[in-house]
């Protein structure tokens, strides 16, 4: 599975930016789809996150009531609006899949896009 994370950019506090993700598999295929975080120094945190298989959809607490993940199947794209964004919300943004269970179970990360929220 590949993924290439795009939408990154520079936006003032209380802006907003749609990040976007193209996937090379169908996202049905996967099992879980979503977003991650990092600054430098730091572990890299999830943001938000689709369980395909079960249908749930979850938010960190950072996240929540500002940001919106979706997906587009036709266009096996994955997608993170954000909006209202702080200076805390600056990091790299990477797009992530799960694909498969138990022993099979696989992990994939896109390159990443900075996003960078000035004050």
């Known amino acids: 599975v590949q993924l290439q994370a795009s939408g990154g950019g520079l936006v003032q506090s209380g802006g907003s930016l749609r990040l976007s993700c193209a996937v090379s598999r169908a996202t049905l295929d996967l099992t879980a789809i979503g977003w991650f975080r990092q600054v430098p120094g730091k572990e890299r945190e999830k943001v938000s996150c689709i369980n395909t298989y079960e249908g749930t959809t979850s938010y960190a607490d950072s996240a929540k009531g500002r940001f919106t993940i979706s997906t587009d199947n036709a266009k096996n794209g994955v997608y993170l609006q954000m909006n209202d964004l702080r200076p805390s919300d600056t990091a790299v943004y990477y797009c992530?899949?799960?694909?498969?269970?138990?022993?099979?179970?696989?992990?994939?990360w896109g390159q990443g896009t900075q996003v960078t929220v000035s004050s």
């Open positions: 992530h899949a799960d694909r498969g269970f138990g022993r099979a179970a696989r992990s994939y």
